[in-house]
């Protein structure tokens, strides 16, 4: 059961709003909370007899779905939204490439660096780290790129609302992707790196 896709939820305007697991899908279904529903179907759960019916309750979830209710001042709390930091979408967000040495790595095999390190007074913030393999990072130690003659390959950014959704998904489907797209602004650096991801 577990390994069912996740589903992505979003409001009856269409607005991406999280991920959420089959339990979480079911549940809304049968509250009768999903207006309407977008991309492929993913798996069905079948439930109880009825006594006096004699049919078997079934819910059939979709990639994507809309729940009652409408975000209110979505728009702003875009703008202004910064995600929580962590290693898993900061990796994904750098396309799990060193940013000094523009080698791919796996997860394991890469750090958080800040770009001006901790000890300079450099903020644990989006826009102050990147991902670098274990050994840039060593060698970078605690100097700005600057002072350890090494250079940034892209300038790291904040990801907006749609791009953070973008991160936290795991094995994101093809139609899923399709929809979050459109919401990822046109001149993120986001569009490249899913193509490379792709491609890897
Ligand atoms: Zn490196």
Redesign the pocket.
């Known amino acids: 059961m577990a390994n069912y896709h996740q589903s992505l939820r979003i409001d009856t305007t269409g607005l991406p709003l999280e991920w959420i697991d089959y339990r979480d899908a079911t549940k809304l279904y049968a509250v009768e909370q999903v207006v309407y529903t977008l991309g492929n179907e993913l798996y069905t759960i079948y439930g109880g007899v009825n006594a006096v019916s004699g049919v078997r309750s079934q819910i059939t979830v979709n990639s994507i779905i809309a729940t009652k209710g409408k975000t209110k001042h979505f728009q702003d709390k875009m703008r202004d939204y910064t995600p929580p930091l962590n290693n898993q979408t900061l990796f994904k967000r750098d396309a799990y490439l ?1 940013m ?4 791919r790595h796996g997860r394991r095999e890469l750090t958080r660096d800040h770009i001006t390190p901790v000890s300079q007074g450099g903020d644990d913030h989006w826009n102050n780290v990147v991902s ?2 274990k ?3 060593h060698h970078k130690g605690g100097r700005t790129p600057e002072q350890a003659g090494v250079e940034l390959l892209a300038i790291p950014f904040v990801p907006n609302y749609a791009e953070y959704i973008y991160l936290q998904g795991r094995n994101i489907l093809a139609d899923q992707m399709k929809f979050l797209l459109g919401y990822i602004p046109k001149n993120s650096p986001l569009h490249r790196r899913i193509k490379l991801e792709r491609i890897a």
């Open positions: 060193c000094y040495c523009g080698t670098a393999c050994r840039c990072n």
